[in-house]
């Protein structure tokens, strides 16, 4: 298909059509109050920015376009009828959500100044509130169907700085503490907002791969110490294609950007198993290499295929990963169980650690933790979240249970 620039996409989006994806703006003094509320609409699909200040609101909406002005009426700092003004004078003509109690002679006297001035006014979202009100409240503004795949390359990504990574932590199947995080690719497009990989990662003989690679290593490496600052150190594992290590400027790169610092554990890299089995003397050769520059190699997506890993020439690997087909409803399925069995017995035998994929119920949990896994890691536990929120973030225990024994 050919690809167009955004800009032309933006001048065909914006003729007579609402944007694909809905922007709010939140407006509050208190910082922490900023994030929850910017993370809560972030969950439903919504770009979001932040407002602090009254003074900054007017450049906001000239420069972000919101679709949403999310308002609460207990804070201190803001003034509220300015704020109003502000949007009556700037012509805004999205919705207003106020949040406070409906009864309250506050939120009484927003609603009918924004009467007055003719300010779209969605209903009140009473405090305190859970995400299914939330929903409820915006869901006007939510697109009626999914977004089309983005007209944008890799390369368009880039250059723009669409490109981010999120993290899922990875829990010890023991004692339910974090072991690390996986980092995952995302794009947050101007018009469609955040994006999975499956609809701009290139194949791996894309000439744009290497800087998607390179992307990957250089931005793990930051976000590795904002998450030093911000709740001390976190072991990162990243995703690249086995054909990384066939070019040695790209893998002399790679180890000269680990840093030196001393909380520094090191760098995981997953590979995809059926890349491990197609290219054997490729990947053990890179896995032993680099061990001795503080970076291990992790098999990811091992699954029915797991015999073939019994005909490497050697086993330097770090880890194992089940594919999640076999970790979802694994406790009723004997098939699975076997196959889950069979890896964790091959990780065992070689030093490795497991960790089991996609774990979403309690149930898979308790089958993971039985078969012995070292680690888990699903939307049980969280789903990826941006840096940002993964640095306040902290593991969800699977509901009603303790840890095991």
Known sequence: MEQISFSEYSRAANFGHRKLTPRACVVDSKKHLRLFLSDALEDLGFVTCECGQTGDLAGMLQTEQPDLIVLSVCVDGINVGEILEVIVRKNFGGKVLVIGQPDSIMVKAVRQIGDEYGIAMLPSLPTPFGAASLRASVAELLPAEPAPSPAVDVAEALKAGWLELWYQQKINTRTL???????????????????????FIPDDKD??????????????????????????????????????????????????????????????????????????????????????????????????????????????????????????????????????????????????????????????????????????????????????????SRPQLPSGSDEPS
């Open 177 to 199: 503490v974090p072991s690390g995080a996986e980092a995952l690719v995302r794009m947050r497009h101007p018009a469609w907002g955040v994006v999975p990989p499956a609809y």
């Open 207 to 392: 000439p744009h791969f290497r800087a998607l690679s390179e992307f990957v290593v250089g931005r793990a490496i930051e976000d590795w110490r904002y998450l030093l600052e911000s709740q001390g150190p976190v072991d990162l594992s990243i995703n690249l294609p086995a054909s990384f290590f066939g070019n040695a400027e790209a893998v002399r790169d790679l180890c000269r950007a680990m840093p030196t610092h001393p909380a520094f554990g090191g760098l995981l890299i997953e590979i995809d198993s059926s890349e491990v089995i197609e290219h054997p003397d490729l990947t053990v050769d890179a896995a032993r290499r680099l061990r001795l520059h503080n970076i291990a190699i992790a098999i990811d997506n091992v699954g029915t295929e797991w015999p073939s890993l019994l005909e490497l020439r050697s086993f330097p690997f770090a880890e194992l990963k089940v594919d999640q087909q076999y970790i979802n409803g694994c406790t009723d399925d004997r098939l699975k169980q076997t196959v889950c069995r069979r890896i964790v017995e091959l990780a065992r035998d070689n030093g490795a650690r497991v960790v089991a994929q996609g774990v979403e119920t309690r149930a898979d949990f308790l089958a993971a933790h039985d078969i012995g896994f070292d680690l888990v890691q699903g939307h049980l536990f969280g789903k990826p979240v941006a840096v940002r929120k993964f640095a306040r």
